[in-house]
């Protein structure tokens, strides 16, 4: 091992991790950081969106169990005045 290369060694270290240093700043990490940016905002998006789908499946659940009930109320409604003409044709 050669001390006297040593300072010009060091010195050389120190301006490579310098510009090393202001390229990672000016280049890479902005686009790291946009990057992260759109991925946040894409993922917020898709859980608005999922949020939405959501919202509107409840709405056609909550219709379809409300026709639902209207159609059992009809048919309740339909047997039960089929049974009472029945009833009055073996009586009458």
């Given amino acids: ?3 006297s290369t040593f300072p010009s ?4 270290l120190v301006v490579t991790f310098g510009l090393l ?3 990672m700043n000016k280049v890479a990490l902005p686009g790291i950081a946009g990057g992260l940016a759109n991925r946040k905002a894409r993922i917020d998006g898709d859980l608005a969106d ?3 789908a959501h919202k509107t499946a409840a709405e056609a659940l909550a219709q379809y ?3 639902l009930a209207q159609a059992r109320a009809k048919a ?3 047997a039960d005045q089929n049974r009472k003409r029945l009833n009055a044709e ?3």
């Fill in 9 to 12: 060694q060091l010195f050389w």
């Fill in 21 to 23: 240093l202001v390229v």
């Fill in 76 to 78: 309740l409604a339909n």
């Fill in 65 to 67: 169990e409300a026709a």
């Fill in 1 to 3: 091992m050669d001390v």
């Fill in 90 to 92: 073996i009586d009458g």
């Fill in 50 to 52: 999922a949020e939405n």
